[in-house]
């Protein structure tokens, strides 16, 4: 009889190099991707004198401190530093880098499955967080810290202890209006942002086997704000469908044997997890943040938390949340007035969600000013082709070059002190966006609404062509 | 990396939950070389105010030798940025104390010497209680696993790895080295069995 296993058993096994009698087990990396901020990591290495073990599995890319706006011409000398650094770095290597003027530049988790690098069945590592977005591949994706990329540009491999394993079953039909985002926000709102800790999150269900991949992306991408290093959805033809063709993905010769292969991924029928989180579609609204952590998390229609219905602790952290938000307690977050939007970062700037924003945004004007920044130049391109730049430009919005930009705000796009931004980015934290900036989280057609309102409003009031959403 | 098996000093309570890297260290530091030192930057925009003048009613302004910090719920979520790990190391904190961790700041933690001790919420409370006033002599045992101050012993939880990483100031890349021949025979293997797992050259 064989054992039912999961996705993540079986990810794991085929990685699994050695497992040491403490249970760490020795992985092996079959692909390794580097930005700016992996300059700690490189200095680490040339402390010790060491060569990268395998350069043709890793790749470079500008994202974190690139400039948005005249970025032929780098006037910051630190940024310029940054980027020189991650050049330099790479190749001294004999890394393939995508610099400023390459067109397969853009944020890291989306040029690895736009060019095909990122592929079903991988162990990919990157210093960053929202590594975890790889996953939506069915691919066993986690960041990592500078003394791991250390070690995976050293040696090809990665110590760690395999996760708990943890389902999130969404059946049922996406309301009109609700998007991947509003699916991460609600399950990190009802878990909290450290519930998911130590586990490997597989999202499925039938809401799943709908979603395209830049909607599957954008929720294992979130999967870290719960609290998992790793979010992961089965390969199925959407994703086969999406890989195929792509520059670094499987020639035609390879093609069958590695479908086959990815098939044989999927969790077997009965394989028992450790945790089951079960959500029904009709319970799922657009949904938006209020404080200053992901899991603060309420629908559109909903009121702001009153700290007087929590115990000390609770009310406490509610308390410095609004105090920060600068907001009322009780009150609807609806009709909220918001200074500027953002629509970019690695959550929500592909293709679709440009579209979906450009759409609620056609022919019409925004009461606030705002960025967009598409999550890649290849993105950039195609949307430019598609007349969506028009359409953003028309309405008011600025049109800019792709990078992480205003969802870390290391380049200078941030937000100012005390300004409230909508944003599509996957972090609320105190000071992310620039210091005591105020961000709500949520989905790229919340965001247009908000900036044709000036103000936090319900898309679904909004007349548009569902069609197009 | 040095390894310690007991650190001795003073313990300090930052009761706040939720310090995510992002508040540990602002990003906008973190383009520094590490050797420039970091201590300057740890939880700076809760330190200082709008004009950079540190505020007196923060813990670690008014104890900055502190080398022990009691912290709130999930410390350390969020972003993956090891510099955040330099920041409090750079500060002189050896051990944060805390009811929950962000996973990947744990074991950045862990690969720098910073002990992430994880204690239930009864002893937290506990530590909570005899540290409403700096603990000169707050005593942090590797051996034991427990923290010692004013006549408590309260156990934390660490991994075993973990624990003999610190203890012995272990670094993975030198024990990975014993297991080179394993990793030459795996990869072989893998694309052996997997050719579509190389990527597929560039032109
Ligand atoms: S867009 Fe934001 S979250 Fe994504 S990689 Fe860049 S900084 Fe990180």
């Known amino acids: 009889m064989t054992i039912a296993r999961t996705m993540l058993d079986k990810l794991w096994a085929a990685h699994e190099i050695v497992q040491r009698e403490d249970g760490s087990s020795l992985l092996w990396v079959d692909r390794h991707l580097v930005h700016e901020g992996s300059h700690h990591a490189f200095a680490k290495l040339a402390a010790r004198n060491l060569p990268v073990a395998e350069p043709a599995l890793t790749f470079g890319v500008a994202d974190h401190y690139v400039p948005t706006r005249n970025r032929l011409q780098i006037t910051d000398a630190t940024i310029a530093r940054m980027i020189n650094t991650l050049q330099s770095n790479t190749q001294q290597h004999g890394i393939e880098f995508m610099g400023l003027d390459d067109p397969r530049q853009g944020i890291v988790h989306v040029i690895g499955p736009e060019q095909g690098i990122t592929l079903p069945g991988l162990l990919i590592n990157c210093g960053d967080s929202h590594t975890s977005t790889h996953g939506a591949f069915g691919a066993l994706a986690f960041g990592i810290g500078a003394t791991e990329v250390a070690h995976v540009l050293a040696t090809q491999t990665v110590w760690q202890k395999k996760p708990k394993s943890m389902r999130i079953n969404i059946n049922g039909t996406l309301p009109f209006g609700v998007t991947a985002k509003d699916i991460a926000l609600h399950w990190i709102a009802k878990l909290d942002n450290s519930g998911a800790q130590g586990h490997a999150i597989e999202y499925s269900g039938s809401v799943i086997k709908q979603l395209s991949m830049e909607a599957r992306m954008t929720l294992c991408n979130m999967s870290i704000e719960g609290g998992a290093r790793f979010g992961m959805i089965a390969p199925d033809n959407i994703t086969f469908e999406y890989v195929k063709g792509r520059p670094y993905a499987p020639a035609s010769a390879q093609w069958e044997s590695a479908k086959q292969a990815w098939r044989q991924l999927t969790t077997d029928e009965g394989a028992p997890f450790d945790r089951e989180i079960r959500i029904d579609s009709v319970d799922l609204a657009p949904t938006l943040t209020w404080g200053t952590s992901p899991d603060q998390a309420i629908a559109v229609d909903g009121y702001i938390p009153n700290p007087a219905a929590y115990d000390d602790a609770k009310a406490q952290t509610i308390n410095s949340a609004l105090e920060y938000m600068d907001l009322k307690a009780g009150q609807p977050i609806e009709g909220t007035p918001i200074d500027q939007i953002f629509l970019g970062s690695c959550t929500n700037a592909r293709i679709e969600d440009i579209r979906s924003a450009a759409a609620v945004l056609k022919g019409k004007r925004v009461k606030v000013p705002g960025l967009v920044s598409p999550g890649s130049t290849a993105i950039k391109a195609q949307a430019e082709r598609e007349g969506l730049d028009r359409i953003f430009i028309d309405a008011g919005l600025e049109w800019a070059s792709s990078g992480c930009s205003s969802c870390v705000a290391m380049n200078g796009d941030t937000i100012g002190s005390g300004k409230r931004c909508a944003s599509t980015t996957n972090r609320n934290f105190r000071g992310r966006q620039g210091r005591g900036s105020r961000t709500h989280l949520m989905s790229p057609i919340m965001v247009a609404a908000a900036a044709l309102h000036g103000a936090i409003v319900d898309v679904r009031s909004l007349s548009l062509d569902e069609a197009c959403v | ?203």
């Open chain 2, 1 to 203: 990396m040095n390894g310690w098996t007991a650190h001795t000093g003073m313990a300090v309570c930052l009761d706040v939950d939720n310090i995510d890297t992002d508040q540990i260290i602002p990003a906008r530091f973190m383009s520094q070389p590490r050797v420039d030192g970091y201590a300057d930057f740890l939880m700076h925009d809760l330190r200082r105010d709008n004009k950079g003048t540190l505020r007196p009613d923060f813990i670690l302004n008014q104890h900055p030798n502190a080398s022990v910090l009691l912290a709130g719920k999930n410390f350390g979520s969020g972003s993956s940025r090891e510099a955040a790990v330099y920041a409090l190391l750079d500060s002189g904190i050896q051990v944060v104390i805390a009811q929950s961790f962000g996973d990947i700041f744990a074991s950045n933690a862990i690969n720098n010497g910073v002990l992430p001790a994880l204690v239930s919420a009864d002893d937290w409370q506990t530590l909570h209680s005899s540290c409403t006033t700096p603990q000169l002599d707050c005593k942090v045992d590797l051996n034991t696993s427990t923290v010692n101050m004013s006549d408590t012993s309260i156990p934390f939880v660490i991994d075993e790895t973990w624990r003999l990483k610190l203890i012995n100031g272990w670094d993975d890349t030198d024990l990975t080295k014993e297991y080179q021949s394993q990793i030459d025979t795996f990869r072989a293997r893998r694309f052996e069995a997997n050719t579509w797992a190389w990527p597929t050259a560039s032109d």
